[in-house]
């Protein structure tokens, strides 16, 4: 089981960028996929998630308007256009993967099996 994040990088603030994850390992279509950022000295908190079931969507209020989470089924991929990004969006970036969306709405990492490495988003002022 895998999980490859790619696409962070240093960004001013009101630019975008797109993370990308890759999954392999196991059968996409039947997990819930999200995303966590973890900021230095903060806990883990969750960004967004998409249902496997239809394809619902779920955001934090921290970047609801901002971020859009989509999937694709046939690359086994899910990406996060962030866009009008502030400094305090500022974090290493985690996929993760669950069979139940309310355990990543809810982030409950300590319930999570599956994530990635993480990729680093830096937004400067």
């Known amino acids: 089981v895998q999980l490859v994040e790619s696409g962070g990088g240093l960004v001013q603030a009101g630019g975008s960028l797109r993370l990308t994850c890759v999954a392999s390992?196991?059968?996409?279509?039947?997990?819930?996929m999200g995303w966590f950022r973890q900021a230095t000295g903060k806990e883990r908190e969750a960004v967004a998630a998409?249902?496997?079931?239809?394809?619902?969507?779920h955001y934090s209020e921290a970047v609801k308007g901002r971020f859009t989470i989509s999937r694709n089924v046939r690359k086994d991929t899910i990406y996060l256009q962030m866009n009008d990004l502030e400094p305090g969006d500022t974090a290493t970036y985690y996929c993760?993967?669950?069979?139940?969306?309310?355990?990543?709405?809810?982030?409950?990492?300590?319930?999570?099996?599956?994530w990635g490495r993480g990729v680093q988003v830096t937004v400067s002022s």
């Open positions: 390992g196991f059968n996409f279509e039947d997990f819930a």
């Open positions: 998409i249902s496997d079931v239809d394809g619902s969507t």
């Open positions: 993760a993967a669950d069979p139940l969306v309310e355990i990543l709405q809810r982030g409950a990492v300590g319930l999570i099996e599956t």
